[in-house]
């Protein structure tokens, strides 16, 4: 292949290194936060837009779902996400002032590249993609773009392109928010002084890998995983059990941790892992509750806590220490681990981690 591995086993892990270098480049070209870094088209398109309608496939997909709640939190605009090959094919209600945003790595995904016409066919005409591929038909088809950096992405289950992803939909926010006059100077200097710090706060999980190796061990011989999470972490929950399915072959499902008494508390016991995102955010005493819950029922947790969380390793409970809480792009920083458990866990297995069994890197048929 004509891009090396150097010093790594498999391009994932390869790939899971280079995302602070992925993030920064995707940030390079940006000064100010300006429409124009969506295109030539953007001021005017973003002036006229008072819903987003987001979809995709797949972890991009879950770039998607994570990015509703800043743009509902931060920008104040309602937002849906669909997967592709559900939206193509029901009946919904259309709003030419929707600005249509497909996220994709490879740009050319059969559902979402024929989502994307059919929302233009029921006259929504404002379409952005934020693609890996500048030369991809999902590019060609929209109006508007952002090119994520990640580089060539070789292993299936997608790593920097999703972070990257989550970097331009971050900037998407901060745009739509400024246009909207919902984001004050004081607040929109301090949003990119975050933005920009990504790559480096990303370095520091990356140091984290020893002890996740540590958990993947334990991992490796389980049927099932549960991951938790709460808010915008929800989604990460969702893209942490995905990796794992992917490419470890564990069945694992993901759920936002006010809805285990709903159902999922049914599975806990002994031998059941909860991998739990635990940010030091709004949400954390909630959290703690729900993992009592998982407690009684003999659950073993394995949780990634940030620092000043207050929750420490016990006999069920393990814990990572994340770094300190990283506001709202504490996402970008919580998935890293996941990558890494999902990783390792199927290394241990003996797993073809690059190319998993029945999977594509890009799926350019129905
Ligand atoms: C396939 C890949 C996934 C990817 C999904 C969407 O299922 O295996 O890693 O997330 O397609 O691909 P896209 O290129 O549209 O982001």
Redesign the pocket.
Known sequence: NAVELGPYRHYMQKEIFEQPRAIADTLEAVGDVTPGLFGEKAAEVFNDVDRILMI?????YYAALTSKYWLEGIAGIPCDVEIASEYRYRKSVPNPKTLVVT???????AD?LAALKHARDLGMTKTLTICNVATSAMVRESLLRYITRAGVEIG???TK?FTTQLTALFLLTLCLAKVKGRLDPKDEAEYMRLLRHVPKAVSAVLALEPQVMAWAERFASKEDALFLGRGIHYPIALEGALKLK?ISYIHAEAYPAGELKHGPLALVDESIPVVTVAPNDELLEKLKSNMKEVEARKGELYVFADADTGLESTEHIHVIRMPENYGPLSPILHVVPLQLLAYHTAFIRGNDVDKPRN?????TTE
């Open positions: 995709a496939c797949g972890t991009s996220i994709s790595q490879s740009g050319e995904t979402t299936v289950a997608s392109a992917e999977l594509a890197k890009s799926v």
